[in-house]
């Protein structure tokens, strides 16, 4: 895999925290959520005619699987990360609790996706999970004023991820990504407008703050993070893009420190000189992408390749 795609999504899905920091001073986070999708989702339906041929063939079953999938990875997750930020745990914390999700992908993969995960690549994994803890344990004793149980939240988003990408990762027909990003935008801006419409958060607030924030979120984290992960995902398998998620918690901290003020010391430091090592022992340990054949075994499907996403 490219180094470039590798930085661009890393940079990208980061800022993802960055941004729900950016607003969560302005709204709710489902008011956040609803304008981030809701002008999305417009858009990208009004560019079906120019998207039709990915479109064709795509079966009834196919669009209700992509829009589960968009329900965990998009809105479940999503919620929680606002949610938990909102609630102050700061933005680089909650990346650090979000980066347990390479472990737990990486303990699932051979037993739901029937790939091998080289002794090598657990080592990597082991390794990253070290430097998480390291900055996970500097931002949380520096005090954000976060009750004890909201450092729980996000780790609800985590499991909605993980959750996500082996729903994808089983289908036996790969989806293009301009039909699934579709549709994970549609069922977002249906479920957060309509979260919204409930809780009497549906309208916008005038300050400019937010609106920077959600073009911000629209830019860099829907269309480069979250597409991003997906494109990543589909070329390299399972182990490789989640191994990367384990950069976003010190990346985010740092990007933290510089644009917020959280606190950025020498463990944190430490923890991600950890994530660059355990990314290289992954990398390295992993074997060549093959393709092989798939046979349909209900209930599920086992995962066809090990290059999905």
Request: glycine share 10%.
């Amino acid at each position: 895999m490219n180094v470039l795609p590798s930085v661009a999504f890393v940079v990208c899905w980061s800022s993802g925290f960055i941004g729900a920091k950016l607003g969560a001073g302005s709204a709710s986070a489902v008011t956040i959520l609803m304008w981030r999708f809701l002008p999305l989702a417009v858009l990208l339906i009004a560019t079906l005619p120019l998207t039709r041929a990915s479109w064709r063939g795509i079966s009834s079953r196919a669009l209700g699987k992509q829009a589960l999938v968009g329900l965990l990875s998009q809105s479940g997750y999503l919620l929680t990360v606002y949610v938990a930020i909102q609630l102050g745990v700061s933005s680089g914390t909650t990346a650090l609790i979000d980066g347990t999700q390479p472990l737990v992908a990486g303990a699932l993969t051979g037993p739901v996706l029937h790939q091998h995960v080289s002794r090598r690549q657990w080592l990597g994994l082991l390794l990253g999970l070290a430097g998480v803890t390291l900055v996970t344990t500097a931002d949380a004793t520096a005090g954000t004023g976060a009750p004890g149980w909201a450092y729980l939240v996000p780790f609800l988003g985590m499991f909605s991820l993980v959750a996500a990408t082996f729903i994808e990762g089983r289908s036996r027909t790969p989806t293009s990504p301009s039909v699934a990003m579709t549709v994970h935008c549609t069922t977002s801006a249906v479920v957060f407008s309509a979260l919204a419409a409930c809780t009497g958060a549906a309208q916008p607030p005038a300050e400019a703050s937010f609106w920077i924030a959600i073009t911000w979120l629209v830019v860099l984290s829907t269309f480069g993070g979250y597409g991003m992960y997906w494109l990543i995902l589909r070329r390299s398998g399972v182990t490789k893009v989640n191994t990367l998620m384990f950069l976003m918690a010190p990346v985010t901290a740092l990007w933290g420190a510089l644009m917020f003020g959280e606190p950025f010391g020498l463990q944190t430091a430490f923890g991600l000189v950890i994530g660059l090592a355990a990314v290289a022992i992954v990398y390295r340990g992993a074997p060549p992408c093959v393709v092989q054949p798939v046979e349909p075994t209900p209930p599920g499907r086992p995962h066809r390749r090990d290059h999905v996403p």
